[in-house]
């Protein structure tokens, strides 16, 4: 399985031929070279992980490829079908097995609602949790994508998220809002929180990927 980094939120989940699509969002380039897309998966309702442009595009060239997403998502993308995924919920479409945690956002500031958001769990081995500190108990994760910037974030707390998953490897995501040199500091905080469970930190940029 290999994961591809793309801006911001989006990744790309690539096993036996086929493709799963998270996040594509309002900062993020079209994905035009992606190949089988077989299911899209928006962790929450927000533009910077999900737009109209990109549903279509990807619709347009894979018809009937089925989106997931909390109620939230169902609600805000209203013109699509989307299944609706809960935490705990588990979900299959060849070969991608999907499990669902967490449930909310992080908080961003007390004025803001709070919405839903889910993290996902993809084979058992890539986790990525939208935004927000979910941890996905009980699970061995290989692979990590971590939150590395963004208006709830602080990277104290980022570090204690990723200290609590203690992944055997993972990088930096959700970094679109930061300047080169916050990026680079970012990536050493998050950086030492893998090593300090044995695990390795890979420095990923937009369509670098991680094997699995």
Known sequence: MRVTKYEHA??????????????PGSFTNPLDELD?????????????????????????????????GPQGVADAAGGYEVTVVSPGDTVTVDPFTLRFFGGRHAVIHESIPVIDNVGVLVNDAFYY????????????????????????????????????????????????TLSVIGRGM??????????????????????DSADV
Do not use: C
Request: a negative charge; charged letters at 25%.
């Open 36 to 68: 089988n897309v077989v299911a899209i998966m928006l962790t929450h309702e927000h533009p910077d992980h999900w737009t109209p442009e990109h549903l279509d595009r990807l619709l347009t060239k894979f018809p009937g490829t089925p989106i997931f």
């Open 10 to 23: 989006a990744l790309a989940v690539q096993d036996s031929g086929k493709t799963l699509v998270i996040d």
């Open 129 to 176: 949790p939208g935004d927000s500190y979910a941890v996905p108990e009980g699970v061995d994760v290989k692979l990590l994508a971590a939150p590395a910037g963004a208006p709830w974030l602080k990277i104290g707390e980022a570090m204690d998220f990723v200290l609590a998953v203690k992944p055997r490897r993972a990088f930096g995501t959700h970094d679109m």
């Open 186 to 207: 970012h990536r050493q905080r998050l950086k030492w929180a893998v090593e300090q469970n044995g695990g390795e930190f890979l420095e990923l940029d937009p369509r």
